[in-house]
């Protein structure tokens, strides 16, 4: 079975954004000239995904209205000839089948992904996690991991070697290598404390599972922080079935943070087509003044 469903959490406060995150979802935040959620939704329809769940909360309306129809601009738009605009408006409102579900309380990833349940019924699913944006040309990371799901029809998730000093802000997994940038996974943690991790690769922000994480997650207690953790929810599956670990080429940003948000902003921009040629110049001469 192929993977359709999405789930995309965008539930969290974003506290390391604010001031900004408390009046714009970090979410919506632009890349360039695009909303960090708008590539997690490309991303996923390149990936073969046609039923997209975005999980929310209070105060997130304006995803849900970037992806609904605006019946304004597009009169507007038409009645200034601007046909490239009105298709490209049209095109983002019909990227996929995109529903949306708040979640009532910040109670973790864990929760938020079953808060899914009955969106995904009896089929695997993939996650992508709101706040890391993956810049992968040509190969969408999303839709490598599906690949390695319908080869050895285990759960995938999709990370990197990080720094050591970094480790303990994310997950640590142990793995048994298959070949290059494939890994059997058989163990994990949760932000280890120092002397607790298993290796430097670290889960960042994409994975594939089926409906079995979902009793498992009924039954795993919080984690940490106080959230109920889906690496936990995991960990119980690995240990007792496996999982495969694939090791995405691109590059990965964190979009909840201003560093992560700032660096991504400059990579696209620098090879946008329309600015990049210019914006590179103002680069080079921004960088003399260093």
């Keep these: ?130 706040d890391d944006m993956i810049h992968s040309p040509g190969a969408p990371t999303t839709g490598e991991l599906i690949k390695l799901f319908e080869e050895f029809s285990l759960p995938v998730v999709g990370g990197q070697m990080v720094d050591p000093e970094w480790i303990s802000k994310y997950s640590s997994l142990k793995l048994e290598p298959i070949r290059e940038r494939v890994y059997r996974a058989t163990d994990m943690i949760e932000k280890p404390k120092k002397g607790e991790e298993f290796s430097l690769f670290s889960i960042l922000g994409r994975v594939v599972l089926t409906p079995e994480i979902f009793t498992i997650l009924e039954h795993t207690p919080p984690g940490a922080g106080g959230e109920l953790q889906l690496t936990d929810a995991m960990k119980t599956f690995a240990r007792k079935y496996g999982m495969i670990a694939y090791e995405f080429p691109g590059t990965r940003h964190d979009m909840g943070s201003k560093l992560g948000f700032l660096k991504a902003n400059v990579m696209l921009g620098a090879q946008d087509p329309a600015l990049g040629e210019e914006f590179c110049a103002f680069l080079k001469e921004f960088s003399k003044t260093l």
């Design 1 to 130: 079975m192929t993977v359709k469903k999405a789930i995309i959490p965008a539930a969290g406060l974003g506290t390391r954004m604010l001031p900004i995150a408390k009046a714009v979802p970090k979410e919506m935040l632009p890349v360039v000239d695009k909303p960090v959620i708008q590539y997690l939704i490309e991303e996923a329809v390149e990936s073969g995904i046609t039923e997209i769940l975005v999980i929310t909360n209070r105060g997130k309306g304006a995803i849900e209205d970037y992806f609904d129809y605006c019946p304004e601009y597009e009169t507007n738009l038409e009645a200034k000839g601007k046909t490239a605009e009105l298709s490209e408006l049209d095109r983002i409102a019909n990227l996929a089948n995109i529903t949306f579900l708040r979640q009532k309380k910040p109670r973790g990833l864990g929760h938020a992904v079953l808060c899914a349940k009955s969106f995904v019924g009896n089929e695997p699913f993939a996650v992508l996690y709101g």
